[in-house]
């Protein structure tokens, strides 16, 4: 899920009026005798200051009375500007959410900007970008938009930088996590408001581990009495045949694990590993580590897709976002669902994938002032509260919440804690790897390229070679999107 010209009006400040007019000490009694009485010097220069006192006060008093009823307000306080401020509607793409979950904070907004109109709208997720891009670019795309953490290499033709008058750097990072200002920020600007924060967290049947003697979820990938590796191992159920009745984990292959690319990328960087040097000997053994779920028969292919077999109760651990969990429950309210962070790697490295979305403002819009304000508020935190109430309503539960200050009200909510104390952590890394993002560039060309070898090491390729073939279709992708791979 990466912006900006300002159009407001400014307003002018009345001059103000000295409390005390100094006026020339008046002439008293009679001329000196010693001055000649038939010369009119004195009586000339007595008119001229009367003459000037009188017009400095009629200006006085007039423009008194025009600051007074015309430039005040009524309670006599703060100046206003005499011209009411001119009509504005200004467009907004949105991605999940339909227009009631925004009602609220418009309506909010609408109030204390009577001359500003939202306009909501959710679009279809497929050939968003594509559309936003192209109609962008000949004047008919939105003031706002939705995008992805990953995106902004691939949005650059429209996206535009967040004024410092309306949000400055320094509020910035103190009101949003760590990953929105390392995904958010180019040079010494930012191009986004982030409304939300997700990524990927271990979920895992309650029931399953129960019956198994699990009462916690693992904490570590392999080296523990109740790691990753050991739990799928026990969970694991098969039939006389040998086939999976009930997985361990869903995690090994490509085609029927959802989130995969996101899955793989935790394990690579774990391992010491990095996307930039897919084929070097740490890389290629988070691959031999992924694969050996499905190797050593803890899933396979011939599994349901993940999210389905978990909602079935054929899987008993599996890697997703928060938004998937929502899915999950939506589909099966009585499965006793957990959450939890992903489990450490070697020497305690902790790493989770981040999977967000943000909203920016089109450079090509005439609005884009007004259009940044208005995303500044729904960033507070009354009209974040408003949205996620409002999710909730619809949906077993809202989003987590953007803000730093919010932490502490979702540090014990059942599905998004743990997404919240992995932003708190800093241990969120966003790679182009995020799956149903719907972007038809980067994400889907890479997390293609990375399917076809795992796929390919299912039919006995190496798995370096395997890297290596993903590797150069990789760089090929990045470097069409002017995306400069960090050595």
């Given at each position: 899920?990466?912006?900006?010209?300002?159009?407001?009006?400014?307003?002018?400040?009345?001059?103000?009026?000295?409390?005390?007019?100094?006026?020339?000490?008046?002439?008293?009694?009679?001329?000196?005798?010693?001055?000649?009485?038939?010369?009119?010097?004195?009586?000339?220069?007595?008119?001229?200051?009367?003459?000037?006192?009188?017009?400095?006060?009629?200006?006085?008093?007039?423009?008194?009375?025009?600051?007074?009823?015309?430039?005040?307000?009524?309670?006599?306080?703060?100046?206003?500007?005499?011209a009411?401020?001119?009509?504005?509607?200004?467009?907004?793409?949105?991605?999940?959410?339909?227009?009631?979950?925004?009602?609220?904070?418009?309506?909010?907004?609408?109030?204390?900007?009577?001359?500003?109109?939202?306009?909501?709208?959710?679009?279809?997720?497929?050939?968003?970008?594509?559309?936003?891009?192209a109609?962008?670019?000949?004047?008919?795309?939105?003031?706002?938009?939705?995008?992805?953490?990953?995106w902004?290499?691939?949005?650059?033709e429209?996206?535009?930088?967040?004024?410092?008058?309306?949000?400055?750097?320094?509020?910035?990072?103190?009101?949003?996590?760590?990953?929105?200002?390392?995904?958010?920020?180019?040079?010494?600007?930012y191009?986004?408001?982030?409304?939300?924060?997700?990524?990927?967290?271990?979920?895992?049947?309650?029931?399953i581990?129960s019956?198994?003697?699990?009462?916690?979820?693992?904490?570590?990938?392999?080296?523990g009495?109740?790691d990753?590796?050991?739990?799928?191992?026990?969970?694991?159920?098969?039939?006389?045949?040998?086939?999976?009745?009930?997985?361990?984990?869903?995690?090994?292959?490509?085609?029927?694990?959802?989130?995969?690319?996101?899955?793989?990328?935790?394990?690579?960087?774990?391992?010491?590993?990095?996307f930039?040097e897919l084929?070097?000997?740490?890389s290629v053994?988070?691959?031999?580590?992924?694969r050996?779920?499905a190797?050593?028969?803890y899933w396979?292919?011939?599994?349901?897709?993940?999210?389905?077999?978990?909602?079935?109760?054929?899987?008993?651990?599996?890697?997703?976002?928060?938004?998937?969990?929502?899915?999950i429950?939506?589909?099966?309210?009585?499965?006793?669902?957990?959450?939890a962070?992903?489990?450490?790697?070697?020497?305690?490295?902790?790493?989770?994938?981040?999977?967000?979305?943000?909203?920016?403002?089109?450079?090509?819009?005439?609005?884009?002032?007004?259009?940044?304000?208005?995303?500044?508020?729904?960033s507070?935190?009354e009209?974040?509260?408003?949205?996620?109430?409002?999710?909730?309503?619809?949906?077993?539960?809202?989003?987590?919440?953007?803000?730093?200050?919010?932490?502490?009200?979702?540090?014990?909510?059942?599905?998004?804690?743990?997404?919240?104390?992995?932003?708190?952590?800093?241990?969120?890394?966003?790679?182009?790897?995020?799956?149903?993002?719907?972007?038809?560039?980067?994400?889907d060309?890479?997390?293609?390229?990375?399917e076809?070898?795992?796929?390919?090491?299912?039919?006995?390729?190496?798995?370096?070679?395997?890297?290596?073939?993903?590797?150069?279709?990789?760089?090929?992708?990045?470097?069409?999107?002017n995306?400069?791979?960090?050595?």
């Amino acid at each position: 899920m990466d912006d900006n010209q300002n159009s407001g009006i400014t307003q002018m400040e009345p001059e103000e009026v000295a409390a005390d007019v100094q006026k020339p000490e008046e002439i008293s009694g009679s001329i000196p005798p010693q001055y000649p009485t038939d010369v009119p010097v004195y009586e000339e220069k007595n008119n001229t200051w009367k003459f000037i006192l009188g017009i400095i006060l009629f200006f006085a008093i007039v423009f008194g009375l025009v600051y007074w009823f015309f430039l005040r307000d009524a309670g006599g306080t703060d100046p206003i500007s005499i011209a009411p401020k001119e009509p504005v509607t200004i467009t907004y793409w949105g991605l999940w959410d339909d227009k009631d979950i925004f009602a609220k904070a418009i309506e909010a907004y609408q109030q204390k900007n009577p001359h500003v109109t939202v306009v909501y709208e959710m679009v279809d997720p497929v050939q968003y970008r594509e559309r936003l891009i192209a109609r962008s670019q000949t004047g008919n795309g939105p003031d706002m938009f939705r995008y992805h953490n990953t995106w902004i290499p691939e949005i650059q033709e429209v996206i535009s930088p967040l004024p410092p008058e309306i949000m400055s750097n320094e509020e910035f990072n103190t009101t949003f996590y760590p990953i929105h200002q390392k995904d958010l920020k180019i040079g010494e600007s930012y191009y986004g408001i982030p409304l939300m924060i997700d990524g990927m967290m271990l979920v895992y049947n309650k029931e399953i581990l129960s019956q198994a003697g699990i009462l916690n979820p693992p904490t570590l990938w392999v080296g523990g009495d109740q790691d990753i590796v050991s739990v799928a191992r026990k969970l694991t159920v098969r039939s006389t045949s040998g086939s999976i009745i009930t997985s361990g984990m869903a995690i090994g292959t490509a085609t029927n694990v959802e989130h995969f690319g996101e899955l793989f990328s935790i394990l690579l960087y774990l391992n010491g590993g990095d996307f930039n040097e897919l084929t070097s000997p740490a890389s290629v053994e988070a691959l031999e580590l992924y694969r050996s779920f499905a190797e050593d028969g803890y899933w396979d292919a011939t599994m349901p897709n993940s999210i389905t077999a978990f909602i079935q109760g054929k899987t008993a651990m599996i890697v997703v976002p928060s938004w998937q969990v929502s899915n999950i429950l939506s589909q099966n309210p009585q499965l006793q669902v957990g959450t939890a962070p992903i489990p450490k790697g070697l020497e305690n490295a902790a790493m989770s994938s981040a999977s967000y979305w943000v909203e920016g403002v089109n450079k090509f819009s005439p609005n884009q002032t007004e259009a940044w304000k208005f995303l500044a508020f729904l960033s507070e935190k009354e009209q974040q509260l408003k949205l996620h109430e409002a999710q909730a309503a619809v949906r077993p539960f809202g989003q987590a919440y953007s803000r730093v200050d919010m932490a502490e009200l979702l540090s014990d909510h059942p599905y998004l804690a743990p997404i919240v104390s992995q932003a708190q952590d800093d241990i969120y890394v966003s790679l182009p790897l995020s799956a149903r993002t719907f972007d038809g560039g980067m994400n889907d060309e890479i997390i293609q390229y990375l399917e076809n070898a795992i796929t390919s090491t299912e039919e006995g390729v190496d798995y370096g070679a395997a890297l290596g073939t993903a590797s150069q279709g990789i760089t090929t992708v990045l470097e069409r999107f002017n995306v400069v791979q960090s050595k």
